[in-house]
């Protein structure tokens, strides 16, 4: 129960440097964070205590193995969250070209 | 053969970047093609009477993907395919001054390919894939014009996307951790044992935070006034006639009437939810002077009557919220296409800057008059009787502040509109637009068709109700027992 | 940048060694994605990984000469219209989507289980290709001086 608590420990920390932090590329690292920690938590889900992986080898067929199937569906999820960083670094970085600044503060052209 | 509301957008939106770059207009004829066609297929799923089941790969129901089509999905499908097909007509002449279109083409379609696959699908991860699929090609659309703005617009509402997209994967987690499958009817299933664990109740708290931001509810929209307004206009029309609705309103009545089983303390949430955002929406809206903004504005509070009518839970209050979902997507659209077509004119989206267009842009000017009049809720136009539906389930289920708050957020819409419509094409004492003709044939038609059909819906309400709208709100209402016709 | 762009000569020395190794590896992890741990997906990152080895050692005029922007373009196309046709083709000869309709071997084998490794080749395509244009498109991008 301990490690499920330390992965919302960590979901919380990723959120937390989401909003606080000013600089653009600090909110991106705070992004990847909350976004690895739901990864984490889902594999998580599936251990079983004494398993081994789940690959089969020739000589020993039937094995005691983890859950394969989040291992399949986190795959999933990591491409996803590739997508989204690398579209958001692209993004601050036009971001930075028109404004000439990383700090949220400043921009606010939109406003009411 | 449902699989080809999903597959035939992603073959499209690879042929386009193949072929994309050799002439300009390919892109359009493959995207328009592929959206025509399936609008024909989503007007032909109303005519079957019994659930579409489909098993991906051929692999039984527990163990692999099920696509399922009933009538609550149909009634999406069409919403989703008749504002996609208008839209990528009227992006024909008005996306003409950008360069590069075939990347516009392209996540259009991945747009669309995501948006059916949200409805069609009936396993809960797949629902999420889908759900990442259409929110990034929205953020990726609502930056296309690449200014300052659209930027800073862009960027906020991806930070805010995805962290509703986090909290929607966290109770994912959670469900499975319980329950060990994904299905959606075999969780239905399942739940009817053990409700009341707390992993449950924390799965669904969390999905509800998730949706909603999706839905832009009213502690959650602080994305949307500024996404709405950045994008370009056949954008802006999809994201607040089409992708709101479906992420948002489709996800969370799913989830609540059909998994998780309609109770007293979720009916509380969603009235809640939906009179804050009513209240405050158009509170926030009669200040503006932005033409698109107020738009964006107006569209919280209208969400928020859909969601409030899905609240009450009564079977008038269900129809009342599913035809206003309908008549929603109609008007807001035009009323977007018709900013669209003065900012194509004019440049401009501040209000006190327009004046007296109704002489030189008739068509404009009396779709958007039927457009205002028809979210203000006067009879004989669409926005009046799915009004009613709602403010008469409010009283006759004993919420008289929530029905009180009903109409006079009704009355301040219509203010709001009039004001509208006095600044942008009746006032006569601004500057005289004399060398301005009306917009290119392709937005002219879009926008009509759009009024004509608010019209007609208003006039033919009966059939609409009893053929596409009642059969959406049964299945909603049966709830939990609709699950099982899967499972055999 | 002495050399006409790129690194020293010591790195250029061992690029030559260490990208061949580097695509040798990415091809087997996805060839073997069905035997064992790796598959499309992280093949598909080697390759890509491969490829900006050679652009960071070698500067971008001589990278460019074997593998530019038109060919990464043409592969990612290539890859997601691959993956598509043989889900499709599923309905052609077993009338189910998705269906698996290659032959299945014996356990253990390189050729067995069907579709999945000619699955695993598409996505390997996309997303080789597919990294290796988010590099370029980040990494070359010039401030545009009019603004």
């Known amino acids: 129960m301990g490690i499920y608590f330390l992965c919302l420990v960590l979901f919380s920390l990723g959120v937390w440097c989401l909003f606080v932090k000013k600089n653009l590329i600090k909110k991106i690292i705070g992004l990847a964070i909350t976004e690895y920690a739901i990864n984490l938590f889902f594999i998580l889900l599936g251990y079983k205590i004494g398993a081994d992986a789940p690959i089969l080898e020739k000589n020993n067929l039937s094995i005691v193995s983890v859950d394969p199937l989040p291992q399949a569906l986190i795959l999933t999820s990591i491409v996803i969250g590739l997508g989204i960083i690398a579209f958001s670094v692209s993004l601050v970085m036009r971001l930075y070209e028109k404004y000439k600044t990383f700090d949220i503060n400043k921009i606010n052209n939109l406003k009411g | ?488 | ?147």
């Open chain 3, 1 to 147: 940048m002495k050399n006409n762009g790129g690194m020293s000569i010591i790195v250029k020395r061992i690029t030559r060694i260490t990208v061949s190794l580097i695509f040798l590896f990415g091809v087997y992890i996805m060839l073997h994605g069905h035997l064992s741990p790796g598959g499309g997906f992280a093949g598909g990152v080697i390759i890509a990984l491969s490829f900006i080895h050679l652009v960071l050692a070698f500067g971008k005029d001589f990278a460019f000469r074997y593998f530019n922007k038109t060919l990464a373009f043409f592969l990612e196309g290539l890859g997601g219209i691959l993956f598509l046709v043989i889900s499709l083709l599923g309905i052609f000869i077993g009338g189910i989507f998705f269906l698996n309709f290659l032959p299945k071997g014996s356990p253990f084998n390189l050729f067995s289980s069907g579709i999945i490794l000619a699955s695993n080749f598409a996505i390997f395509l996309k997303v080789g290709a597919g990294l290796f244009s988010i590099f370029i498109a980040l990494s070359l991008y010039r401030l545009s001086e009019k603004e």
């Open chain 2, 1 to 488: 053969m449902i699989y080809i509301f999903s597959v035939l957008p992603l073959i499209s939106a690879f042929l386009i970047f193949i072929f994309g770059r050799i002439k300009e207009n390919i892109s359009w004829i493959i995207a328009t093609l592929c959206s025509f066609i399936l609008l024909i297929f989503s007007f032909l799923t109303i005519f079957s009477n019994k659930v579409l089941v489909y098993t991906v790969g051929g692999w039984k129901i527990p163990f692999g993907i099920c696509l399922v089509v009933d009538k609550f999905s149909s009634l999406f499908l069409i919403v989703i395919n008749l504002i996609t097909f208008l839209s990528l007509i009227y992006s024909f002449s008005y996306m003409k001054k950008y360069d590069r279109l075939y990347f516009y083409y392209i996540l259009f379609c991945l747009l669309l390919a995501g948006l059916n696959g949200v409805v069609i699908t009936g396993d809960l991860f797949n629902f999420f894939v889908f759900l990442e699929i259409a929110s990034i090609s929205s953020y990726a659309l609502v930056a296309y014009k690449g200014g300052k703005e659209e930027l800073e617009a862009s960027f906020k509402y991806l930070i805010l996307g995805s962290i509703g997209s986090s909290f929607i994967l966290f109770g994912i987690a959670f469900i499975y951790g319980r329950l060990s499958t994904l299905n959606m009817a075999d969780i239905s299933n399942s739940l009817e044992f053990n409700y009341n664990k707390s992993s449950i109740i924390f799965a669904l708290s969390l999905f509800i935070a998730g949706l909603s931001i999706k839905t832009a509810l009213v502690p959650f929209h602080a994305w949307l006034a500024d996404a709405h307004p950045a994008a370009p206009s056949p954008i802006s029309s999809m994201l607040s006639g089409v992708v709101i609705k479906v992420l948002g309103v489709y996800g969370l009545s799913r989830l609540i009437f059909n998994i998780f089983g309609f109770n007293y303390n979720l009916s509380l949430i969603l009235i809640f939810l939906g009179t804050l955002s009513m209240v405050v929406g158009v509170l926030l809206a009669i200040g503006q002077w932005d033409f698109k903004r107020l738009l964006a504005y107006h569209s919280i509070s209208q969400i928020g009557y859909v969601v409030l009518g899905l609240g009450i839970g009564t079977p008038m209050g269900i129809v009342g919220g599913l035809f206003h979902l309908f008549n929603h997507s109609i008007f807001k659209s035009l009323l977007f296409l018709n900013a669209g077509a003065i900012e194509y004119n004019i440049k401009t989206k501040n209000l006190k800057e327009m004046g007296d267009l109704s002489k030189v842009m008739p068509i404009t000017s009396n779709s958007s008059l039927i457009a205002s009049l028809s979210i203000a809720g006067i009879p004989p136009f669409c926005g009046f009787w799915s009004k009613l539906f709602i403010i008469l389930a409010a009283f006759m289920a004993n919420l008289k502040l929530a029905g009180f708050l009903c109409i006079l957020v009704s009355l301040i819409t219509l203010a709001s509109f009039l004001k509208v419509q006095k600044y942008a094409f009746l006032d006569k004492t601004n500057k005289n637009f004399q060398d301005i003709k009306e917009v290119p044939f392709s937005m002219v038609f879009s926008m009509s068709f759009l009024a004509i059909l608010c019209i007609l819906v208003g006039l033919f309400f009966p059939l609409v109700k009893d053929y596409i709208i009642e059969p959406a709100s049964n299945v909603l209402i049966n709830g939990k027992d609709y699950f099982k016709v899967i499972l055999n």
